[in-house]
């Protein structure tokens, strides 16, 4: 198959021989990747909660999303290049485990969620940023979000416990 | 750090053998559940702290009072850290000598220690700060931002250790 040779590939490369062969590397990889994930988490669900309507009502939903979502970015970067070295470490092991594939369909979903929420629901933000209750599809696209990235979260934990 | 204690091996050994630690260590998806929840909790104190640290840094909120942002997110720092104890505690019940005897998990709970002083003083700093603005920003604010950074990030890589030391 030709994932599999792509995994075997992957894991055979230099890079993914260190991390799995370095006794410290892995963890100080992971040790980021859950500070990364944390942040990420954290700042998208101030986002979120402010477009359900339900905290920081007192401030533009535009300009709130000016000032986190540049945090939210930087972190998700670094939890996508420590995540992909962790897993070229053991790409054949992660590769095939439902829990990490689960999690990858989960991170495409949030992407989706995110280009309806800037392609659609917030083409008028103008109109309605600074209310404090947003229309129903900017809550939609938050709870979305929220649960999304919560599921995320729990796919994540459980790769770790269905290893073989 | 912690000596090999006596009375701290017999605790662990004691606790190891409850009813509560072994329906914790058999019931394959109670540790996995209690750590999911415990990384959200971090989630919502590491990103509350970020805010109010930006604000002390004057990177973020400049244009509201220190007290309106440790309003919106000081109760984000503190209430989520009840959950922590208690999932941490969760896991403690289930593996005594794994936790309680590792160096990485005394290590968090002394920057955990550090972590609340140092948010008990960004929250007085705030207070301090009615109105919009920089003020609240000056040297002292900023060192304690700075510092709280550096010890909640200390508190999340000492916990991932804690798998592995």
């Given at each position: 198959?030709?994932?599999?040779?792509?995994?075997?590939?992957?894991?055979?490369?230099?890079?993914?021989?260190?991390?799995?062969?370095?006794?410290?590397?892995f963890p100080w990889i992971e040790s980021v990747h859950v500070?990364?994930?944390?942040?990420?988490?954290?700042?998208?669900?101030?986002?979120?909660?402010?477009?359900?309507?339900?905290?920081?009502?007192?401030?533009?939903?535009?300009?709130?999303?000016?000032?986190?979502?540049?945090?939210?970015?930087?972190?998700?970067?670094?939890?996508?290049?420590?995540?992909?070295?962790?897993?070229?470490?053991?790409?054949?092991?992660?590769?095939?485990?439902?829990?990490?594939?689960?999690?990858?369909?989960?991170?495409?979903?949030?992407?989706?969620?995110?280009?309806?929420?800037?392609?659609?629901?917030?083409?008028?933000?103008?109109?309605?940023?600074?209310?404090?209750?947003?229309?129903?599809?900017?809550?939609?696209?938050?709870?979305?979000?929220?649960?999304?990235?919560?599921?995320?979260?729990?796919?994540?934990?459980?790769?770790?416990?269905?290893?073989? | 750090?912690?000596?090999?204690?006596?009375?701290?091996?017999?605790?662990?050994?004691?606790?190891?053998?409850?009813?509560?630690?072994?329906?914790?260590?058999?019931?394959?998806?109670?540790?996995?559940?209690?750590?999911?929840?415990?990384?959200?909790?971090?989630?919502?104190?590491?990103a509350s702290a970020l805010m109010i640290d930006l604000r002390?840094?004057?990177?973020?909120?400049?244009?509201?009072?220190?007290?309106?942002?440790?309003?919106?997110?000081?109760?984000?720092?503190?209430?989520?850290?009840?959950?922590?104890?208690?999932?941490?505690?969760?896991?403690?019940?289930?593996?005594?000598?794994?936790?309680?005897?590792?160096?990485?998990?005394?290590?968090?709970?002394?920057?955990?220690?550090?972590?609340?002083?140092?948010?008990?003083l960004c929250q007085r700093r705030l207070r301090r700060a009615?109105?919009?603005?920089?003020?609240?920003?000056?040297?002292?604010?900023?060192?304690?931002?700075?510092?709280?950074?550096?010890?909640?990030?200390?508190?999340?890589?000492?916990?991932?250790?804690?798998?592995?030391?």
């Amino acid at each position: 198959m030709a994932l599999d040779d792509w995994l075997h590939w992957l894991e055979a490369t230099e890079i993914a021989t260190a991390v799995r062969e370095n006794e410290v590397l892995f963890p100080w990889i992971e040790s980021v990747h859950v500070l990364a994930i944390v942040l990420v988490i954290g700042t998208i669900s101030i986002v979120d909660l402010r477009l359900l309507g339900l905290a920081s009502r007192d401030r533009a939903v535009s300009r709130l999303i000016r000032e986190v979502l540049p945090y939210t970015w930087g972190a998700f970067l670094v939890a996508a290049l420590t995540g992909s070295l962790l897993f070229c470490s053991n790409a054949m092991t992660y590769g095939h485990n439902f829990f990490f594939r689960g999690k990858l369909v989960l991170l495409v979903l949030a992407g989706c969620n995110m280009a309806v929420f800037h392609l659609f629901v917030g083409r008028h933000i103008g109109r309605w940023s600074a209310a404090p209750q947003p229309p129903w599809s900017a809550k939609t696209t938050g709870a979305v979000s929220l649960g999304l990235w919560i599921s995320v979260v729990a796919f994540g934990r459980w790769i770790g416990f269905t290893l073989h | 750090m912690i000596p090999n204690l006596p009375w701290l091996n017999a605790f662990c050994i004691w606790l190891e053998h409850t009813r509560p630690s072994q329906t914790i260590q058999t019931v394959p998806w109670i540790v996995p559940t209690v750590q999911v929840i415990h990384i959200l909790s971090i989630a919502a104190v590491a990103a509350s702290a970020l805010m109010i640290d930006l604000r002390l840094l004057g990177a973020y909120g400049i244009d509201q009072s220190g007290r309106r942002v440790a309003k919106r997110f000081l109760p984000l720092v503190w209430w989520p850290i009840l959950i922590l104890l208690a999932t941490g505690l969760i896991m403690i019940v289930g593996e005594p000598g794994r936790s309680l005897k590792n160096p990485a998990f005394q290590l968090k709970m002394a920057l955990l220690a550090g972590a609340l002083i140092v948010t008990v003083l960004c929250q007085r700093r705030l207070r301090r700060a009615p109105t919009a603005g920089p003020a609240g920003t000056g040297v002292l604010a900023r060192s304690l931002a700075i510092l709280s950074l550096l010890l909640w990030t200390g508190i999340i890589f000492a916990g991932r250790w804690i798998a592995y030391s």
